[in-house]
Structure formats: C-alpha cells, structure tokens
C-alpha cells in the first residue's frame, strides 16, 4: 500500500483552489459581491456542490437574496441528501418572505428575521481519489455502508479516519486532521496489487531517475502517477508504456515489454534544472501582470509557476496602480507565495495646474516681449521724431514772435510728455517678458516635479516560503519518495 497527501496537481483542480482561496479572502474582508464572483469561478474550474452553497451565503451577506436563494436551491438539488438539508431550507424560505416583504416596503434594511439567522459558515471540500478508481471509501470506521467510491468529493468536518479499499489491492488509510479556515483538501490514494505467484504472468518494473521524486505514469497519464522514484511495481506482462516527469524537467517517455518473472529496469535521464514555485495572489490581482526578470510570467492572476531556483526579479503591475518589485530567491522543492497589494496611483491635478501656469506666463511673456515692447518702441520714436521736429521749427521762429514760440513750447512738451510714457511701458514690456519666462520656467520645474514624485503610500507586498515536504514512501512492490503538503 501507497498512500500520499498531496497538493492537487491536476489543472483544473488548481484552478479552482486558487479561486477558492481568493473567495474566501474577500469573504473575510467583507467583499461579498466579490466573494461570489471567485467562488463561481472555483465552481466552473470544479462543479463541486460546496461551491453553490459558497455562492449562495456571499450572496446572503451581500443582501441578494434572489441570488442567495437560487444557489441554496442548486446546492440541495446537486446533494438532496445533505445533512444540513432542513437548516437551508428553513433559511431559503426567511429569505423568500424578506424578498416579498421588500417589495412592499420602502426600508431596505434586513428584517429582524433576516438577521436572527445564525451567521452561515462556508463549507469546505475534501477531494478523495485513488489510483486505479473506484474503490469503496469509508469514515472512522468500516462497519457501515460504505461513504461512496473514489473519486469523491464532499463536506466533511472534524477529524476523521479515512479507509479506502479496492478488490484485490492493498487497504489504505489516512486521517484528516480539522483545520482553521475552509479549503480544499485533496486525498490521494496509490494502490497496489497483493503479492502474486509468477504464473499470475507478472513481471517487475523498476523505475529509477537522475532526478529522485519524479513521477512515474504507466499506460495512462490521465489516470495519475503510479508513484515516484525510485520506483518498482509487479505488472501484467506485456507491452507497457512509462513517463517519467519532474517539473521543470522534459518528459522521459520509453515503451517497455514486460515478461514474466522477470525484473524490468528504467533509468530515466531527465534534461532541465530544479524548480521551485512562485504563487501570486492578492486583492485585483486578476487584473493585474506578474513579470520576472523583466519578461510577463502571467498576463492575469493569480497564478502558480514553476521557477528555476536561483534569485529573480517578480513585479506585479496594473494600469492605474503602482506596481511592486520584489527580489526573490526561489529555492527547490519549494513554494512562495507572493501576496501584494497594489495601490492606485493619485490624480496629476497639482501637476496640470502647475503647467497651466507654465504655459499662461510663457504666453503672456512671449507677446509682451514679441508684440508690446515692439508696439512701445514704435510710439516712443515716434514721439521723439515729433519733439525733434518742434526743436526745429522753435529755432526758426522770430524772436520777436512770442505766439509763434508759446505754441511750440506746448507742442514741446506734449512730445517729451508722450515719449516718456512709451520709454516706460517699452521698458515694463521688456521687464515683464524677462520675468514671466522667468515665473514660467519656475512652473515648469514644479510641474516637472508633480508629475513624476511617488506621491502617497507605496504598494506593498509580502512573501512566505514554504517547503515542498519530501517524504519516504514505502509499501507492498513500492518503495520511493512522495510530496506532502497543503494550503
């Protein structure tokens, strides 16, 4: 017997665990109508029934209670026979007299039954499989009937025994331990063949590789690996065909013919380098870009890479966010989850107003130097030329003309007075130019400034490393490593 608890490495349940985790932050952040949105995207990547029922009480807590009443509906359909079958109902049927009652009633506020409802708890998901399928699995003990064949999904709280057993293979048992928060629990089951006599036509297979831990699949890849290496099983004679995959490594692929009694031995080279796993997560970060080393690594979150091991660059961008850079030494067999929160960059309008004012002086000392000082100028010859003409005409009148004199003098001083004003308006002009380039250029600079200062709280991140657990794994025609851990 082999058994392993282990991350789910199947797509699609990956999927739906990192929209679950997602689900349940916003949850606890009070974010329901968010909450709902990532738990029917854990239900799209997995059409486990916990989900609905997740849906339904984020859309409780949200005060949609035709959505909430909807998915509590779906949920009793997909498992009539829940346990906790009469408390939803009674639950549906409050939320249907308060749906009715709204509409009658102008106050929107949840009635006092709505909120003598005891606080509804998410449920989790344990997922119990086994390699091959369709073995009979039952809870803390094996008197009863059985809880169902592999694989199973379902709700199951506390600690408990699990028994899984299969026609002609090793028993196998594991205990859940409860847990704090919801999740998703995956239990994987490999199982072995009793001992047989070789005129059951069995041969030995033994599987070892350069790099230890590697998966080993036999025939079918959809089924799930076999175990991991080094590796040994009794198997039909016959032609088999074996993969041998590691991440980060290519895929060892060999068709092998078993006889019987004989022992069959693979050495799979596999090409490539040790990984480990980089995990983003955060609040928006399904809108956002993770990037490593300068190159996009995910064009959405959250997502889960393989990394080689060594020291990157990670940065989570989003338009109209700051981005967060971090440095990262991502080490074998492990995993880091890389948690941010982005924060929206402030509004430029100090800047737009400072270059407004840039442009307004420059304009203003552009024309004064270019159209009034000119105009100034022109006056001010002008006048000069006319008191220069009286100058002259003064000089040829009589002496004996007193009229002729008194007129001039007049004409004088009209003249000096007009020059002199436009002296003084050409030099404001001139000074004014000076100074508004001057005022304009200060503006800019400021200008400069607001736009490109880091204005506000700086995003923030954090990581946590996790060791990938590798494990002794031995049991009947077996011996190898396994992967343990969980979220």
Same mark, same amino acid.
């Not at 994987?188 to 998966?215: D, I, M």
């Not at 600079?445 to 991140?461: C, I, L, Q």
């Given at each position: 017997?082999? +058994? ?8 699609? +349940? ?38 609905? !029922? ?62 003598? +409802? ?30 169902? +064949? ?38 994987? !089951?490999?199982?072995?063949? !009793? ?49 041998v995959t590691a991440p980060g490594y290519n895929t060892y692929e060999r068709e092998i013919d078993i006889a019987k009694t004989q022992v069959h031995s693979i050495h799979a080279t596999l090409e490539g380098s040790p990984v480990g796993y980089m ?49 990262? /030494? ?5 995993? /880091? ?28 000392? /552009? ?121």
């Amino acid at each position: 017997m082999v +058994l392993c608890t282990s991350l789910a490495h199947a797509d699609n +349940l990956d999927d739906a665990r990192e929209a679950f985790n997602e689900a349940q932050l916003l949850y606890k952040q009070g974010k329901f109508k968010s909450a709902a949105k990532k738990f029917r995207d854990a239900y799209k990547a997995k059409a486990y029934p916990q989900f609905l !029922f997740n849906i339904g009480a984020s859309y409780e807590r949200a005060n949609n209670y035709r959505a909430a009443v909807d998915y509590y509906g779906r949920y009793l359909d997909k498992v009539p026979d829940a346990k906790d079958k009469a408390q939803i109902k009674k639950r549906i049927a409050v939320l249907k007299e308060e749906i009715e009652r709204a509409k009658k009633s102008q106050d929107k506020a949840p009635s006092q039954k709505v909120k003598q +409802l005891r606080a509804v708890k998410l449920q989790s998901v344990v997922v119990i499989r086994s390699t091959p399928p369709g073995a009979k699995i039952w809870l803390d003990s094996k008197k009863g009937p059985p809880l169902g +064949l592999t694989p199973w999904e379902g709700n199951i709280q506390g600690r408990h025994v699990i028994y899984v057993e299969l026609e002609g293979h090793s028993p196998a048992q594991d205990v859940i331990e409860p847990s704090g928060s919801n999740r998703i629990r995956d239990v994987r !089951f490999v199982l072995t063949r !009793f001992e047989q006599k070789a005129e059951n036509y069995l041969g030995l297979l033994k599987v070892t590789s350069n790099v230890p831990g590697a998966q080993v699949f036999i025939d079918n890849k959809e089924a799930g690996a076999y175990g991991v290496t080094p590796f040994q099983k009794q198997i039909d004679e016959g032609k088999h065909k074996v993969w041998v995959t590691a991440p980060g490594y290519n895929t060892y692929e060999r068709e092998i013919d078993i006889a019987k009694t004989q022992v069959h031995s693979i050495h799979a080279t596999l090409e490539g380098s040790p990984v480990g796993y980089m995990n983003f997560r955060g609040a928006g970060i399904e809108f956002s870009k993770v990037w490593m080393d300068d190159e996009v690594i995910c064009e959405t979150g959250p997502c889960r890479v393989a990394v080689p091991e060594g020291k990157h660059k990670f940065k989570v961008s989003r338009k109209d966010y700051k981005s967060y850079s971090k440095n990262v /030494t991502v080490r074998s067999a492990s995993e /880091t989850r890389f948690t941010v929160g982005l924060v929206k960059k402030p509004g430029k309008a100090d800047a737009v107003v400072a270059w407004t004012l840039a442009a307004v002086f420059a304009g203003g000392a /552009t024309y004064s130097w270019f159209k009034l000082k000119p105009q100034q100028e022109d006056r001010y010859n002008a006048a000069k030329i006319v008191s220069d003409n009286v100058d002259a005409l003064f000089n040829a009148c009589p002496n004996s003309d007193n009229d002729c004199r008194n007129a001039l003098r007049d004409q004088k001083e009209d003249a000096n007075s007009h020059k002199d004003e436009h002296n003084l308006k050409r030099k404001v002009a001139k000074w004014g130019a000076i100074a508004g380039w001057g005022a304009a250029g200060i503006s800019a600079a400021v200008a400069t400034y607001y736009t490109f200062r880091d204005k506000g709280e700086p995003s923030t991140g954090q990581t946590e490393t996790r060791a990938i657990k590798v494990k002794p794994l031995v049991g009947v025609n077996f011996g190898g490593l396994g992967v343990d851990g969980t979220f």
